[in-house]
């Protein structure tokens, strides 16, 4: 029997966090690791996988394996580096996989003995064969294949009371072009999609497994119209039918969803509520140099507005650091995050990512930082690795840092909580089968650990512990809209708990009108 570990690094860094602390038996993760889960599922008799999230625990590198799999994407890059070292110190043999190496190979020279290119389905069989026989090659190089050969991930060997989130990954690849997105140079720009059989199959194995909130891995849900109807009506079926409770997914899609009303209509019915949406600036000129086309001529607020009537949470992206933004940016994106009614941003420097457009286009222009780090793992610590055009990397830096604290602030936040609450619609699931959130036992450990981490947030925090008291009265106030304002409410909570921790939320930034650029820090 060959023993084979798979491991998920924790982040370096990332804007969602990667583990709630508590000990090495009280972690949880927010998502469960579905690339070494998926990777484990594909494993042959005669290899027995042990998959571990670096986020629950430390890594054992005295474990009783004959090889080391780890996956990787940017965030993960630099970890997974030193935990393959770890283990060849040791004359344990390292496999390395995912987008990075995809992308940057040569960030990995030296640190594995077999590295795996592209995706996994096409060349598994000969991995794993090569595996057995002792003669694993140094290179592998999967393709893009058809995604009805990917299997349900092996989620039986994962710690699923330890995680929030489940994921089920329903297509690959994005046919839009935005100049600083990676995933259509790993994935490509020809979208494939699992089957509505495959995606059921994969949530109803997360839904016996205890998940509640379950996240389709989809760069653009609803790009293809036609497709994403399919894949809604299955849900529709099947999310709190036959004497299921219902769960709640996110997914990620673009703004153009807007203008179909039966679309959105669709989603609310499937419990597709949380929407993760790219609208990144305000500025006109920068969308268009990123070739951000589906955000031109398009009122956000107004159409945003029109989803979040649909009874569905949004919660946005914003960038800043294009070449059209000058040092107003900041209380620009400021003001217009304001009048969005969406509770939590993804907020962000502009990074040029191994391998995309703008990437050769700022490495022609003698605009990249190839120094240190940067040179392998673009926006290490949340610093771009773009030489701005109208402003120092310093000030980008502490630029993005204010409109975090500033947009996160309990002020700022409550100030849309209350606006949300006069333009969120109802959730449908609640007048269907019986109306009740999924939470069986299993769930119990990863719900204590959850509201462990609430409580800790508002505690010793009076600005918060208010809007928690307004909150719920406002919510007890209007109850066909609780659970939704509940969830904007806790998400906020959340990626606020994610933003101390990192150190990039300050509570006094977040009382000035304006970044403080006089403070400006020294940034690598």
């Not at 344990?92 to 995912?98: L, S, T």
């Not at 036959?242 to 019915?269: K, P, W």
């Not at 457009?357 to 120094?371: F, H, N, S």
């Not at 204010?402 to 449908?428: K, M, Q």
């Amino acid at each position: 029997m060959v023993r084979f570990l798979l491991i998920a690094p924790r982040p370096h860094w990332d804007a969602d966090f990667a583990g709630i602390a508590g000990g090495a038996d009280e972690s949880v993760t927010r998502v469960a690791p579905i690339a070494i889960a998926t990777v484990a599922a594909m494993a042959p008799e005669g290899i027995d996988v042990a998959l571990h999230d670096e986020a629950l625990a430390p890594v054992d590198f005295e474990a009783n394996a004959d090889f080391i799999g780890i996956t990787a994407n940017v965030s993960q890059a630099r970890r997974a580096i030193e935990i393959a070292r770890e283990f060849r110190s040791r004359g344990k043999p390292v496999i390395i996989g995912g987008p990075h190496i995809t992308l940057d190979p040569g960030a990995f020279d030296g640190a594995c003995d077999v590295a795996v290119t592209g995706e996994f389905e096409e060349i598994a069989e000969g991995f794993y064969a090569d595996m057995l026989g002792g003669t694993l090659k140094a290179r592998y190089v999967g393709g893009r294949p058809d995604l009805s050969r990917s299997p349900v991930p092996a989620w039986e060997l994962f710690d699923n009371d330890r995680a929030l989130v489940g994921v089920v990954q329903t297509s690959r690849g994005c046919p839009f072009e935005c100049n600083y997105c990676d995933v259509i140079q790993y994935l490509g720009r020809k979208q494939r999609h699992k089957t509505p059989d495959q995606v059921i199959t994969e949530v109803q194995r997360l839904y016996d497994l205890g998940y509640n909130r379950i996240a389709l891995a989809d760069d653009n849900f609803t790009v293809y119209r036609k497709r994403a109807a399919e894949l809604l009506d299955a849900l529709i079926a099947w999310n709190g039918r036959d004497g299921r409770d219902h769960v709640i997914f996110a997914t990620q899609v673009s703004i153009d969803v807007a203008r179909d009303d039966d679309m959105l209509t669709a989603c609310a019915e499937a419990g597709v509520s949380n929407l993760f949406i790219g609208v990144e600036s305000v500025n006109e000129e920068s969308l268009k140099a990123s070739k951000k086309r589906q955000n031109l001529n398009t009122d956000m607020q107004a159409q945003l507005r029109k989803v979040v009537s649909h009874g569905l949470k949004v919660e946005a992206a914003l960038m800043v650091g294009f070449d059209a933004d000058d040092l107003t940016i900041f209380e620009r994106q400021y003001r217009f995050g304001m009048g969005l009614p969406v509770g939590t941003f993804k907020i962000s420097s502009l990074v040029a990512p191994m391998a995309t457009p703008i990437y050769a286009e700022m490495l022609k222009a003698g605009r990249l930082d190839l120094t240190g780090e940067q040179a392998h793992f673009p926006g290490a610590d949340m610093v771009t690795n773009i030489i701005p055009a109208q402003m120092t990397k310093q000030q980008l830096y502490t630029g993005t840092r204010w409109l975090i604290s500033r947009l996160y602030s309990p002020a700022a936040f409550w100030t849309r909580f209350e606006a949300l609450a006069d333009v969120l619609g109802p959730n449908p699931l609640l007048k269907r089968g019986t109306g009740r959130l999924h939470n069986p036992p299993s769930r119990a450990r990863a719900n204590a650990h959850f509201g462990r981490m609430l409580r800790a947030v508002s505690r010793g925090n009076p600005e918060i512990a208010d809007v928690i008291r307004k909150a719920n009265r406002l919510m007890r106030a209007r109850p066909e809209i609780r659970d939704g304002l509940a969830d904007i409410l806790t998400t906020w909570m959340l990626s606020l708990y994610v933003h101390m921790e990192k150190g990039v939320y300050d509570a006094e930034w977040a009382l000035m009108v304006a970044p403080p650029f006089d403070r400006v820090q020294s940034v690598a």
